[in-house]
C-alpha cells in the first residue's frame, strides 16, 4: 500500500530503549488506582457500580476502577450513538482518516506510556507489550489509507446514455466488543475501522483490561474525534452486551472472543427486534486450535524453536497459538528433545521485569488451565512444567504433554493457555489429517523442505492464515490480514484489503443522459 509501512518493534537491548520503558512502567504506576468514567455523547459519568481491574502478576495492586454502565446507561449509548450517526456519516472519508492519523502519530509519540499500561494491565512482557501498541499504530494508519482508497472506487463498465457510479456508504451504529489478550491493538483496529468509515460505535471493553481502553478514549477525545463517534460503556456481558446486540437500532457488531460468545451474538444478531429495518452485519473473530506439522526433512532446531515461541509467548493466550505440535515419528523424540530444551529455560516472574513468561489474565483463566492439565495427565505424558509458579498473581508454569491422541480433549479444545500437545503421526498425510479434525481453522504452520509437502498443505491445511518455515503467531498488519475458517469466526481478515468493506455497504446511482 502506498505510503503505509509497519511501524517498526523496539529493540530493548539498547540500554536507552529498556531505560525509556523502564520510566514509562514508573510514569503509569504513579496513574494507578483512578476512577474513569463511561463516555456517552459529551457525558462523562461516574457509577457506584465498579469494574476493578488488577494486575494479573499481583491480584492486591489495583490498575484502575471503571464505572459499570447498566441497562438505562446502554440505551442512552446506543441512542447517542444513532443520533451522532446523522452528522457523522456525511463527513468527508479524507476528514475521517485524518483523525486516525493523528490518533496514530500521538500514539507513537508516547508508544512507551500504552506499552506500559499493558504490561501492568494484561501481563505482558516488553516485547509484548511493544508489538501490540505497534500493531494499533498500524491499524490506525493502515485503516486511514484504506478508507482513503475506498473513496475513490474504480469506475463501472460504460453504457450509452447512461451516467452510472457506485459509492461506499456506512452502515450506522456497531457495537464493538473486543478481547482482553490484545486490549490496545484489537480494539483500537476494531473501534477505528468502525469510525473511519463513517460509522458510530458503542464500545465494550473487555472487563479484564476496562483501564486501557479508557487511555485509548483519551486519546480520540485529544485529537478532536466528535463527541457520540465513540462510546465508551464497559460492564458485563450478561447486563449490557446481550442488550447492545439485540437492540433494534444496532446495525453491525464486530466481536473478538470466545467461540461460545461469538455464537450467541450471532445468535442473538439473527433475530428481529420490533422496529428494526435491517439484517444485522456480524464480524467475529472466535478463537483457534492451532497446529504446527513438522515432517522429516524440516530444519528441527528451527521447526523447535518456532513451536516454544508460538506456545508460550503471552503465555499462549493467543488465538493464534500453537497448542499442537504433529510431528512425524521419524524425527518426533528428536524434536521432543529439542523443545523441551528450549522451553526449559524459558524463565518465568514479573511482566515488568521483562521476563519471558508471566502470568494469565486472571484468577479464573488459571483455574481453567490447571483443570486442563489435570486432564491432559490422563490423556498422555506430562514432560514438563504443569503445576502453579508462586501463591501471588496467577502463574502456571510452561506445560508440555507428549504421546497425545489426535482425539484426546487436549487435543481439540482450546485451553488459551501455556500448554502444549505433541502428537505422534506416522507419516506427513496422517498429519494433515490430524491437523484438520478440529472444528477450528485459524492459524497453522509447516516446518518442512519438501516442495511437494508444502504445495499440498496450501490446498488442504484448512485454516485462515498458513505459514511455512516459521512460528504460527506474529501476523503484522496489511502483510498478513487475520481471520480464520470453520468455528474461528467470519474470516473478516482484520488488517487486509476487505475488511473496511465489511462495515459499509455500496450504493449505485443511475443517471439517465440526454
Given at each position: 500500500m ?17 531505560e525509556?520503558?523502564k520510566s ?6 504513579q ?14 459519568i461516574y457509577?457506584d457500580d465498579?469494574?476493578i481491574?488488577?494486575?494479573?502478576a499481583n ?6 476502577k471503571v ?8 440505551e ?18 479524507e476528514?475521517r482518516a ?18 506500559a499500561?499493558l ?22 494508519n493502515f485503516?486511514?489509507h ?5 473513496a475513490?472506487?474504480?469506475e ?21 466488543i473486543p478481547?482482553?489478550?490484545?486490549p ?14 463513517g ?9 479484564a ?6 487511555k485509548f ?5 485529544e485529537?478532536g ?7 465508551y460503556l ?16 444496532t ?9 461460545e ?24 473473530e472466535?478463537?483457534g ?5 513438522v ?5 528441527l ?17 493467543k ?10 515419528e ?6 521432543i ?12 516472574g514479573?511482566?515488568e ?5 508471566g ?7 488459571m483455574e481453567k ?8 495427565k490422563?490423556e ?6 504443569g ?7 496467577w ?16 487435543s ?10 505433541l502428537?505422534?503421526v506416522?507419516?506427513?498425510?496422517e498429519?494433515?489429517?490430524?491437523v ?9 504452520s509447516?516446518y ?6 508444502i ?11 498458513l ?12 502483510v498478513?490480514?487475520?481471520g ?19 462495515l459499509?455497504?455500496m ?8
Amino acid at each position: 500500500m502506498k505510503n503505509f509501512a509497519n511501524e517498526p518493534f523496539t529493540n530493548f537491548a539498547l540500554s536507552e530503549n529498556a531505560e525509556a520503558i523502564k520510566s514509562a512502567i514508573a510514569q503509569v504506576r504513579q496513574e494507578l488506582g483512578k476512577t474513569y468514567p463511561l463516555y456517552i455523547g459529551e457525558e462523562t459519568i461516574y457509577n457506584d457500580d465498579l469494574i476493578i481491574s488488577t494486575n494479573p502478576a499481583n491480584e492486591n495492586e489495583i490498575i484502575g476502577k471503571v464505572a459499570k454502565a447498566n441497562l438505562a446507561q446502554a440505551e442512552q449509548a446506543i441512542e447517542t450513538a444513532y443520533a451522532t450517526f446523522k452528522s457523522w456519516s456525511k463527513v468527508e472519508a479524507e476528514e475521517r482518516a485524518i483523525y486516525l492519523f493523528k490518533a496514530a502519530e500521538r500514539m507513537r509519540q508516547r508508544k512507551h506510556y500504552f506499552s506500559a499500561w499493558l504490561i501492568l494491565e494484561s501481563g505482558k512482557n516488553w516485547a509484548e507489550a511493544d508489538a501490540d501498541t505497534a500493531e494499533a499504530i498500524d491499524f490506525m494508519n493502515f485503516y486511514a489509507h484504506e478508507m482513503l482508497r475506498y473513496a475513490n472506487p474504480p469506475e463501472l463498465i460504460p453504457v450509452n446514455g447512461e451516467y452510472n457510479k457506485m459509492k461506499y456508504v456506512p452502515l450506522g451504529v456497531g457495537v464493538v466488543i473486543p478481547p482482553w489478550n490484545f486490549p490496545l491493538a484489537i480494539m483500537a483496529g476494531m473501534t477505528v475501522a468502525s469510525v473511519v468509515t463513517g460509522n458510530t460505535v458503542v464500545l465494550k471493553p473487555a472487563s479484564a483490561t476496562p483501564v486501557i481502553a479508557a487511555k485509548f478514549m483519551e486519546l480520540l477525545q485529544e485529537v478532536g474525534l466528535p463527541s457520540g463517534v465513540v462510546n465508551y460503556l464497559p460492564g458485563s456481558g450478561g447486563a449490557i452486551g446481550d442488550y447492545l446486540v439485540s437492540h433494534k437500532l444496532t446495525r453491525f457488531i464486530n466481536f473478538t472472543g470466545s467461540k461460545e460468545v461469538g455464537l450467541r451474538i450471532s445468535e442473538l444478531a439473527a433475530k428481529v427486534a420490533p422496529g428494526q429495518k435491517w439484517i444485522k452485519r456480524v464480524a467475529a473473530e472466535m478463537g483457534g486450535k492451532d497446529s504446527i506439522i513438522v515432517d522429516e526433512t524440516a530444519d528441527l532446531d528451527k521447526a523447535a524453536q518456532g513451536i516454544v515461541a508460538s506456545a508460550f509467548g503471552f503465555q499462549g493466550q493467543k488465538c493464534s497459538a500453537c497448542s499442537r505440535a504433529i510431528v512425524v515419528e521419524s524425527v518426533y523424540e528428536e524434536v521432543i528433545e529439542k523443545v523441551l530444551a528450549l522451553a526449559s529455560k524459558l524463565a518465568m516472574g514479573l511482566p515488568e521485569e521483562n521476563f519471558s513468561t508471566g502470568p494469565v489474565i486472571e484468577k479464573r483463566a488459571m483455574e481453567k488451565i490447571l483443570e486442563y492439565i489435570e486432564i491432559g495427565k490422563t490423556e498422555g505424558t506430562l514432560v514438563l512444567g504443569g503445576e502453579r509458579f508462586g501463591n501471588q498473581g496467577w502463574f502456571v508454569r510452561p506445560t508440555i504433554f507428549k504421546d497425545i491422541a489426535p482425539t484426546a480433549r487436549i487435543s481439540l479444545e482450546e485451553i488459551f493457555g501455556p500448554v502444549l500437545a505433541l502428537i505422534k503421526v506416522k507419516d506427513f498425510a496422517e498429519a494433515l489429517a490430524v491437523v484438520n479434525n478440529t472444528e477450528y481453522g485459524l492459524t497453522g504452520s509447516l516446518y518442512s523442505r519438501n516442495r511437494e509437502n508444502i504445495a499440498q498443505a496450501k490446498e488442504e491445511f484448512n485454516v485462515g492464515n498458513l505459514y511455512f518455515n516459521r512460528k504460527c503467531t506474529g501476523a503484522l498488519v496489511g502483510v498478513h490480514p487475520f481471520g480464520g475458517f470453520n468455528m474461528s469466526g467470519t474470516c473478516s481478515k482484520a488488517g487486509g484489503y476487505d475488511y473496511l468493506g465489511l462495515l459499509m455497504q455500496m450504493k449505485i446511482t443511475s443517471e439517465t443522459l440526454g
